[in-house]
Structures are given as structure tokens and as C-alpha cells.
């Protein structure tokens, strides 16, 4: 498997294997209708020392007005102090929290005042830190207002039930005849796209009464819209409005440069995708490069970016595409190694996870290291249950380990439990039965995929593994029913149904079933198109030739001529080749009929000269030559390579001293060195270069050498 492409649906990143590139998320949620700016309340009772309740309170409402939370946060822990439980102080500390992105003491403050009703408060900080469910589980209760509607339909896009989001926005939009935040309305149209009811959004968006020109946002997910229906052109329009937009807009509010960058960066990337799925690679790999380097702070747009650059490479710089993974992934209190950083957990949507995880699992297979796939397998089988990637991932796992066998059964049991999701489970297991040479085997998984049994492409395919098994009656069973299946549904397209009639025609006649071959022959001679219908005369005098000649020629003289050889004369074209000596046999030419000219050139033409069979010695076998003769037999003795000189016995100690006297009384020694005295400690050998191959010698003492003449 190639590495897959992120975002998409599998071809790869789409149908089958394969590889895949990836799409950004299709929209920014974002709760920004959260708690309600609360300003104003009663006096309190009592006069203490400095500001009253009353100055406060008027103070508070001045700076909620000019959204100034830190002065609000200042001035209501005043207010408790003087008013403890303050309903509108507490309230409005809440909220301060909750626009100083402090949702942890908001939390707090919630937990110690349990007798406001502060229910959608606490469910938007819950959201906030990503606490999904807890969440939505405080908005059980709550009553179903436009801005609970709203929040709740945020929860569930981020836990991907995408369905129950949009039957909540459905809802908001029952309640309020027009929604006039562009915000909203985005978050809507990306509840569409993610909810793969991309045909929809036109009509979604005509509801609404909103175009694409309203701000980039809108755009950019009707782009999106766009790009999940597979019209990459118009995306790339879409996109390209959508970034015209946004840098007017950013620039009237005074951006930096690199802000605006940052803004637009899922712009950026979703541009690069949709050039990748056009298959302008250098285009997309370049956009990529260029928006990576430029080091943006959207760690989200920069995961989809580098998970999509590493598809685009496939099994290259492996080293580098694992690295760039790893700064993905930590390693948290849990010991899971699978683990998205804190930050990109929150904002990459369940698909775009699942596509880095993936792609990250095949970059590990492409390594060969397989420890690491088996002890993360686990927690990717429990993370993506409702997904057949981990089954994939397990039998490409098998089939490394050379289990082909494993992995078969995997596919099998995969697709026996999820008969739904058993496409990709069955195309899997019919490549590793066609790989291991199993084209019966193969040829069986595909004919369970019932949705794509007469596809043009799963047709050809089944053919080709029948025949290669060698099942003609299968193979040419395989074309008749998809020949009778396209004839009954496909009436308004018979371009389809006389190519598939073409193919079955000509594995007939190829297989010598000349009277089928030449029925079909004959419904193609009726066909619209002057080609098929000479394609189908040229077969019917084919398949008619042997069994009725006569009507071959009848079939023959309907053929229509050949273009451009009306004023050919035939018996010059042949006079003028060139003619061999076997065509000069064929027809039985005379020497006599020579041409002296041709006798001529004849015996101008060098002869061939005949190669000689080498001589060898007498008795020599040339399949058994025996071993080489010595290069430097010719040679004097102390001339060649092997030639050794004595040396004199340097280890004999000199006697000094009275005659027969000791020296040191030195242990005894053999020719060989080694001492008689006992073992020595044992030391490390070096290393000796390998023999030479044995010389060939006289048979005749070394001592005793005859001189020979030279």
C-alpha cells in the first residue's frame, strides 16, 4: 500500500488503495455565541467604606460596554466582597472568565454557585476544554433556545455526529426565520460537508439566503462544498474568491502580514489539495513547501500540510515523513503513542485524524519497523471502530510478516461482520490471493462485491483472473452477463453496451467460438458509428472463414477501402522490394535469370570470414580445464611473489659465561615458539589477510632442483 492521501474519500485518499491527498477542514467551528454580556443590577444594601454597590455596579456596566473583561473580573470580585452571591455579579464574572479564555476558573465559579442557573455557561466551557461529552450532557436539561441549539449543534459536529448536527441546525433554522450571523451560517454549510450532503449545500444556501461573496469564510466552505462533489475547477475558484476576500477584509482591520497569513492558512493548504487532485503534483508540492516554510502558527493547516506532502512523496525521504509525524503526537499521562498534541486533538476533525494516523502506520510498514506497527495497532483498532483502515493496516501487517495466509482471513472475518464496509475488505483480500499467484481465489473475493459486479473495470478484471486460472467458461460467463446487464439498464448509452459486445466478441473468436463470435459480430454491424461497424465486418469475416467461406467474401466486400490506396499499383509495389535468396526459393527464380549487374554486386560484397575452433593440447578437455597455470612460472624463483628468503634462527640466546652455563635458565622453545613452560593468557587475535591460492610445484625437491635451460 501506498502510502494513503488525507481528507478525501479512499481511490485512494479516495476509492481503493492507494494511495490518497488531503482537504482542510471544511469550516471553522466556533462557539461565539456564548454567554451573554450581563450589565447592570440592583444597589445593595449598606453603606461600607469606599465605592457603593451602586458606583460599582455603574462602573461594571461602563466596562462591560467597552469590553473590558479585566476590569470586569477586578470589579465584580469587589462587588462579592461588599454582596457575597451576588446573582449578577457571579454572572457576569463568568462570562468575564469566559472571554479572558479562563474556562477553568469559570468552571470553578460555576461549581461554587449552584443555585443560578448558569447550565449554558458551563456547557460552553466544558466545549471549550474539549470535554464533549460532559457537555452534552449539561444541555440535556436545558430548554432548546436558539443559543443552546447552536452550542449543541458545535458539540456534536466536533464528536462527528454530523447528522444530529445538522438536525439541530434544521432546528435553529425552524426557530428563526432569517439567521443573520455569517458565522452561523458557515458552521451550517460545514455540517453539510462533513455530513456527506455535499449536493445539498446550493439549496442550503439559497434557504438561507447567503452567497459565497458574503465574507471568506462562507466561501471557502462552499469551496469545500465544492471539492467533496469532485468539481476541482470551481473549488479552486471558490478558493481563490475566498482569499481575495479575506485579505480585504483583514487589511481594513489592520492586520499584520503574517496575521493574515495565519487567517487565511486553511485557504492555503485546501488550494494545494485541490492542485494535488487535479494532478498538478509539482504545483501542489511547491504550494506546500512554500506555505510550510513560511512556519504559520495554524497547527492544524500545518498537520494537513505535512500529511499531504508526505503522500505526495509516497515512499521517499521516509526518515524526514516520520519526523515530521512524530512532532504530531506525544506521549500523555495515558502511555498511548498515538495521542494527537493537545492542540491539534481539539481541531482536527475525526476524518483528518484518522488519514494522518493512517498515513503515519504505512510510513512505519515502509520502514520495516514492525515492532512499533504491533504496539500501536491496538489503540488504532480501538480509536477507529467503525472504520475497515485498521483492518487493512493489520493484514498489510501480516503480509510483511509473509503471512499472506493471516492476512486473508482478516479481510474475510472483516468482511463477514461489516457486510456494509466489506468493499475495500474484499478488494484488499483479492489483491493478496492475485499476489500469491491464487487467480481462483481472487476471481471469488471480487464476485462478493455485488455494488461493483458489472463495473467496466471489476468486468475486465474478472476476465483476466479467470482466464489467467484457466476458467474460459467462467471468464465468458463474466461477459455475457455483463454484455445482458448493460443491454437491460443502460438503453440511453450504447457506446457502454457495444464496447462491452466488442470485448465478448473477440474472446470468442480468440477461443475459437466462432458462431457466438460471429452473432455478436452481427448485432454490432447495426451500430451508429462507421468504426464499430467496420470493426464488427472485419470480425465476421474472421469468425466466418472456415466454416463459410463464400460468406466470408460477401462480409469482405462490404469492408470499406482503405484511405490513401486508389492509385497504389500493386505489381510495381512488388517489383520494387527488395527480394531475399528465400523469397528468390518461394518463387522458384533461375540462376540463369541473374542479372549481370546483380552478379556484380554480389561478388562485390565482402565475404564472411569463417572463425576458426581453437586449438587445444593434446588430452586437454576445454569443460574441465583444471587449474589455471602459475602467471610466473617463467620467472626466476627469487622474482616471484611467493618467494620467501630464509632467515637466520635470531631466537637461539647467546651463551655467555662459563661453558655450560645457564642463561637465566629460559624456558625451552619449539620451532613453532610456543613455550613447553605451560599456558600463556589467552590475547585477541589480529586480523590476517586470506591465503593466496596454492601454486603449482615441481615434482622434484626443492633441495635437489635441477637447472634447467632457459
Given at each position: 500500500m501506498a502510502p494513503k492521501v488525507k481528507g478525501k474519500p479512499k481511490p485512494s485518499a479516495g476509492g481503493g488503495g492507494g494511495g490518497a491527498a488531503a482537504a482542510a477542514a471544511p469550516g471553522k467551528v466556533a462557539a461565539k455565541g456564548g454567554a451573554e454580556k450581563i450589565a447592570g443590577a440592583g444597589p445593595g444594601a449598606g453603606a461600607p467604606v469606599g465605592p457603593s454597590l451602586d458606583d460599582l455596579f455603574k462602573s461594571l456596566d461602563r466596562h462591560v460596554k467597552n469590553n473590558d473583561y479585566k476590569q470586569v473580573l477586578k470589579l465584580t470580585d469587589d462587588i462579592l466582597k461588599l454582596s457575597q452571591g451576588d446573582k449578577d455579579a457571579v454572572e457576569c464574572k463568568v462570562v468575564a472568565l469566559i472571554q479572558l479564555d479562563e474556562f477553568d476558573q469559570a468552571l470553578s465559579v460555576i461549581e461554587s454557585a449552584p443555585g443560578l442557573d448558569l447550565v449554558f455557561q458551563k456547557a460552553y466551557c466544558l466545549y471549550k476544554r474539549n470535554r464533549l461529552q460532559e457537555a452534552l450532557a449539561a444541555l440535556q436539561n436545558a430548554e432548546k433556545n436558539a443559543s443552546v441549539l447552536q452550542l449543541e449543534a458545535q458539540i456534536q459536529f466536533k464528536l462527528g455526529n454530523f447528522s444530529a448536527c445538522i438536525g439541530d441546525y434544521e432546528k435553529l433554522l425552524q426557530k428563526q426565520q432569517k439567521i443573520e450571523s455569517d458565522e452561523v451560517k458557515s458552521n451550517v454549510i460545514a455540517a453539510y460537508v462533513s455530513g456527506g450532503r455535499s449536493q445539498e449545500v446550493p439549496a442550503v444556501m439559497d434557504a438561507m439566503k447567503v452567497s459565497a461573496r458574503n465574507n471568506f469564510n462562507l466561501a471557502y466552505n462552499a469551496a469545500c462544498a465544492l471539492t467533496e462533489r469532485g468539481d476541482y475547477g470551481k473549488a479552486e475558484e471558490h478558493l481563490l474568491l475566498a482569499r481575495r476576500i479575506g485579505q480585504e477584509a483583514l487589511i481594513e482591520e489592520e492586520f499584520l502580514e503574517e496575521d493574515i497569513e495565519d487567517e487565511l492558512a486553511p485557504?492555503?493548504?485546501?488550494?494545494?489539495?485541490?492542485?494535488?487532485?487535479?494532478?498538478?503534483?509539482?504545483?501542489?508540492?511547491?504550494?506546500?513547501?512554500?506555505?510550510?516554510?513560511?512556519?504559520?502558527?495554524?497547527?492544524?493547516?500545518?498537520?494537513?500540510?505535512?500529511?499531504?506532502?508526505?503522500?505526495?512523496?509516497?515512499?521517499?525521504?521516509?526518515?524526514?515523513?516520520?519526523?515530521?509525524?512524530?512532532?504530531?503526537?506525544?506521549?500523555?499521562?495515558?502511555?498511548?503513542?498515538?495521542?494527537?498534541?493537545?492542540?491539534?486533538?481539539?481541531?482536527?476533525?475525526?476524518?483528518?485524524?484518522?488519514?494522518?494516523?493512517?498515513?503515519?502506520?504505512?510510513?512505519?510498514?515502509?520502514?520495516?519497523?514492525?515492532?512499533?506497527?504491533?504496539?500501536?495497532?491496538?489503540?488504532?483498532?480501538?480509536?477507529?471502530?467503525?472504520?475497515?483502515?485498521?483492518?487493512?493496516?493489520?493484514?498489510?501487517?501480516?503480509?510483511?510478516?509473509?503471512?499472506?495466509?493471516?492476512?486473508?482471513?482478516?479481510?474475510?472475518?472483516?468482511?463477514?461482520?461489516?457486510?456494509?464496509?466489506?468493499?475495500?475488505?474484499?478488494?484488499?483480500?483479492?489483491?493478496?490471493a492475485a499476489s500469491s499467484g491464487n487467480y481462483t481465489r481472487a476471481a471469488d473475493c471480487l464476485e462478493k462485491i455485488v455494488d461493483l459486479q458489472h463495473k467496466l473495470g471489476m468486468v475486465a478484471t474478472l476476465v483476466a483472473l479467470r482466464e489467467r486460472a484457466g476458467n474460459l467458461k467462467a471468464a465468458e460467463a463474466v461477459l455475457d452477463a455483463a454484455v445482458l446487464w448493460w443491454d437491460n439498464h443502460m438503453c440511453d448509452d450504447p457506446a457502454v453496451v457495444e464496447h462491452l459486445t466488442q470485448q465478448a466478441a473477440a474472446f470468442k473468436l480468440k477461443h475459437n467460438k466462432l458462431e457466438e463470435a460471429a452473432n455478436l459480430f452481427q448485432r454490432l454491424t447495426k451500430s451508429s458509428s462507421s468504426v464499430v461497424r467496420a470493426e464488427a465486418l472485419n470480425g465476421l469475416v474472421c469468425s466466418t472463414a472456415y466454416a463459410d467461406p463464400a460468406k466470408a467474401e460477401s462480409y469482405e466486400k462490404k469492408l470499406p477501402p482503405l484511405p490513401g490506396l486508389k492509385n497504389i499499383d500493386v505489381e510495381a509495389l512488388e517489383r520494387a522490394a527488395p527480394v531475399t535468396s528465400s523469397t528468390k526459393r518461394a518463387r522458384g527464380v533461375d540462376d540463369s535469370d541473374k542479372k549481370v549487374g546483380d552478379e556484380k554486386s554480389e561478388k562485390a560484397r565482402p565475404k564472411k570470414k569463417r572463425k576458426r575452433k581453437p586449438l587445444y593440447p593434446k588430452n586437454f578437455d576445454p569443460a574441465n580445464p583444471g587449474p589455471p597455470p602459475d602467471p610466473e612460472r617463467w620467472l626466476?624463483?627469487?622474482?616471484?611473489?611467493?618467494?620467501?628468503?630464509?632467515?637466520?634462527?635470531?631466537?637461539?640466546?647467546?651463551?655467555?659465561?662459563?661453558?655450560?652455563?645457564?642463561?637465566?635458565?629460559?624456558?625451552?622453545?619449539?620451532?613453532?615458539?610456543?613455550?613447553?613452560?605451560?599456558?600463556?593468557?589467552?590475547?585477541?587475535?589480529?586480523?590476517?589477510?586470506?591465503?593466496e591460492p596454492p601454486k603449482p610445484t615441481s615434482s622434484s625437491s626443492q633441495k635437489h632442483k635441477k637447472k634447467g635451460r632457459r
Open positions: 485557504i492555503t493548504v485546501q488550494l494545494a489539495y485541490v492542485q494535488q487532485m487535479q494532478g498538478r503534483a509539482a504545483e501542489a508540492l511547491e504550494s506546500y513547501n512554500a506555505f510550510l516554510k513560511k512556519k504559520p502558527q495554524d497547527e492544524s493547516s500545518i498537520a494537513v500540510a505535512s500529511n499531504n506532502l508526505i503522500a505526495l512523496r509516497g515512499a521517499r525521504d521516509l526518515f524526514d515523513a516520520l519526523k515530521k509525524f512524530d512532532k504530531l503526537f506525544e506521549k500523555r499521562s495515558g502511555g498511548q503513542k498515538m495521542q494527537f498534541t493537545e492542540k491539534l486533538e481539539s481541531r482536527l476533525s475525526a476524518r483528518q485524524k484518522e488519514a494522518i494516523s493512517f498515513n503515519r502506520m504505512l510510513l512505519l510498514l515502509h520502514s520495516n519497523k514492525l515492532d512499533q506497527v504491533r504496539e500501536l495497532l491496538p489503540f488504532f483498532l480501538d480509536t477507529f471502530l467503525d472504520s475497515e483502515v485498521p483492518t487493512l493496516l493489520s493484514a498489510s501487517l501480516a503480509i510483511k510478516e509473509g503471512k499472506s495466509g493471516r492476512a486473508e482471513d482478516i479481510l474475510n472475518q472483516y468482511a463477514i461482520k461489516h457486510p456494509k464496509n466489506s468493499t475495500a475488505a474484499y478488494l484488499a483480500c483479492a489483491q493478496v626466476p624463483k627469487r622474482e616471484r611473489s611467493s618467494f620467501r628468503p630464509k632467515k637466520s634462527n635470531k631466537r637461539v640466546v647467546p651463551i655467555r659465561g662459563a661453558q655450560g652455563a645457564a642463561a637465566n635458565a629460559p624456558s625451552h622453545t619449539t620451532a613453532s615458539g610456543a613455550t613447553r613452560s605451560g599456558p600463556a593468557a589467552p590475547v585477541a587475535s589480529a586480523a590476517k589477510p586470506a591465503p
